[in-house]
């Protein structure tokens, strides 16, 4: 039998289904609400809003639990490679073998990126920062590929366009580091693999032999795990929003990485370390930046700390800050700013402003210093990150399509002028 949550307004009961998740979350659906009464619920940032249901992303703030499709972040970090947990989490379950070989076929015969949008890529000046080029580079994929404008089209071409989009990336991403240095591009190579592929073309150089050390790899591999869905976080919901409307995924995944981009998001891994550098140059205390978090008058935060959803720890931070320190001793690099974040997070967690408001560090506490130590450029961290999540996004978008879901569309409560005559 259906639970309901009973309502009263005026002296009228309402009765509203309760609704009950695979892991016992509960929601009450309001999808009659306003036609039933009248009302809207108001939610700004939407704090309690569940906007879908989906089947991809099991997340417990409370107990720091991560799950996608049923396999915990942990067993996915340890035991998985990054293409197949995108397979996993595009398709809903691992590939098999021959599934698998045929996907990273494809997949690596596709990173090639059309010469023409060298000419786009050209025409970026190299201040421009690498998430507004990778936003308008995977955008003008729609250029290049119209046929992908069409999402309704054959399940078929939405692979094509998946597959395409999920090739080219590293690809673009690569690019942009390569734009702001003022480097040539590397092409891809396609005797390597998925990851290996991206630090040739992000650190290879056509004249040299250009070996991929394993530790890197192996790091990078496991970063691009931890980011590969979050379920309706900003982007994620963003690419919803935005793919609802039919726009296609590329145009969708383009609104997505420019979410992402903003500090309060994804861009907290570059805000992390810009933030621990000034700690180190203003000489490493970091009982002084502490306070100047919990200023209600200074707007500094303590960017890499508190989480939306997590309210115990964030489990990728648990993985990242283990891996951190492997990866920092395997390539014997000492990197002053990990003791800086190691006293803060310390401070911090014995904090009472901290501790009340359940604050701990995030996935972006510690992935800049790796990013850092593996030879990725500061503002190359949220196009990692980016990189990362493209798999949870499509999940996310073609989720969404599949379902039929209607168009976003959410309401407001006017609180402006009421309607006045224009005196001229
Ligand atoms: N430093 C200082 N105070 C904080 C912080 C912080 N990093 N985060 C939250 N607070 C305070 C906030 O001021 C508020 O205090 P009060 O109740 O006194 O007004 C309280 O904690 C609750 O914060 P909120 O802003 O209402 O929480 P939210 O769920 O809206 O925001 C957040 C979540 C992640 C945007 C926020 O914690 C934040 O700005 N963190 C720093 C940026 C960051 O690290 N972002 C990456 C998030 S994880 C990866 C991702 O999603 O991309």
Known sequence: MTKT????????????????????????????????TGHITLDVGFKNTGSTKSSITFLDGEKGILRHRGYTIEDLCEKADFLEVAYM??????????????????ITHHTLVHEDMRKIFDGFPSTAHPMGVLSSLVTSLT??????????????????TIERLLAKLPTIAAWSYKNEMGHPVNYPNNQLDYVSNFLYMMFGFRTENYEV???????????????ADHEQNCSAATVRVVGSSQASLYASVSAGINALWGRLHGGANQAVIEMLENIKKDGGDVEKYLAKAKDKDDPFRLMGFGHRV?????????????SCDDVLESLGIKDPTLEIAKKLEEAALKDDYFVERKLFPNVDFYSGIIYR???????????MFAMGRLPGWIAQWKEMREEGQPIGRPRQLYVGENERKLEK
């Open 89 to 106: 989490l595009i398709y809903g379950e691992f590939p098999d073998a021959e599934t698998y070989e045929k996907f990273k076929y494809t």
């Open 5 to 36: 949550a009973e309502l009263h307004i005026d002296g009228n009961v309402y009765e509203l289904p309760i609704l009950e998740g695979s892991e016992g979350e509960k929601a009450i659906d309001i999808s009659k609400l306003r036609a039933q």
């Open 213 to 227: 050390n394993p530790v890197v790899r192996d790091a990078l591999n496991k970063l691009l795990i931890l980011h």
């Open 143 to 160: 250029a290049f590929y119209p046929e992908s404008l069409d999402p309704t089209t054959s399940p078929e071409g939405v692979d094509l």
């Open 310 to 322: 997590y309210k115990n720890f964030d489990p990728r931070a648990r993985i990242i800050k283990k």
């Open 373 to 383: 130590a593996i030879g990725i450029p500061t503002e190359m961290f949220t196009v």
